[in-house]
């Protein structure tokens, strides 16, 4: 699909959604101006289901996320890709703004300029670094989540904290670990910094300045 001659992607809503929370994640797009993060061209609100209309990115046509990148052993520069990536990381956090899902099938890879690059997407979870969510869960929950959503920091499974910045670099941490348990073992610095951003105390996690400097 094209729009003004750029290929579009479009984002479909399941009928429950709540008009609020489409809006929200437009609002949040559209304060956006980082090549890591998708460009929003529109949003169609009038009737359901709601759509949101972003920029296509992707290989060769196709859409490649960064978990199916790395369980094809994809051969692309992953140092960049992860220095991108926390660069777009920290641009959100710096515009005041959590993603709260960063994981595999949130990232894709998109060929631009002869070179692969990393863009985060899927909004749905962001909330403002002033308004974090706190996690209420039994322990039945907390031992689901754990297994099944690992890429979520364990103090906000266990609820002693709410969403962070931190808890963020935790989700980063865990994406970098699908790499270097695959593509790059033995990467030294990969595998530094993603053992650091995965510690269970929050504050003895780096920060994404930090990332990025070790990743230059």
């Given at each position: 699909m094209f729009y003004i001659g750029i290929t579009v992607a479009v984002k479909t809503f399941q009928e429950d959604a709540k008009i609020d929370l489409v809006k929200w994640e437009a609002d949040v797009l559209n304060r956006f101006d980082h090549p890591g993060l998708p460009l929003l061209f529109g949003a169609s609100l009038e009737e359901k289901p709601y759509r949101l209309v972003l920029q296509f990115h992707g290989i060769d046509g196709k859409c490649v996320t960064f978990k199916g990148a790395v369980e094809s052993m994809l051969q692309v520069d992953w140092v960049r890709i992860c220095k991108e990536a926390a660069d777009a990381l920290d641009f959100m956090h710096k515009k005041g703004f959590l993603h709260n899902d960063l994981k595999g099938d949130n990232v894709l890879l998109s060929n631009d300029n002869n070179a692969i690059h990393p863009v985060i997407i899927d909004f749905g979870k962001?909330?403002?670094?002033?308004?974090?969510?706190?996690?209420?869960?039994r322990a039945k929950e907390q031992r689901k989540y754990s297994k099944y959503h690992r890429h979520i920091a364990p103090e906000l499974i266990e609820g002693t904290h709410p969403q962070s910045c931190e808890s963020d670099i935790y989700?980063?941490?865990?994406?970098?670990?699908?790499?270097?348990?695959?593509?790059?073992?033995?990467?030294?610095?990969?595998?530094?910094?993603?053992?650091?951003?995965?510690?269970?105390?929050?504050?003895?996690?780096?920060?994404?300045?930090?990332?990025?400097?070790?990743?230059?």
């Open positions: 962001c909330r403002s670094i002033t308004n974090p969510k706190r996690y209420s869960l989700s980063y941490g865990y994406l970098l670990t699908q790499i270097t348990r695959s593509i790059t073992k033995n990467h030294t610095v990969l595998d530094n910094i993603s053992i650091a951003c995965v510690r269970r105390n929050p504050l003895k996690r780096p920060t994404l300045s930090d990332i990025i400097l070790k990743l230059k």
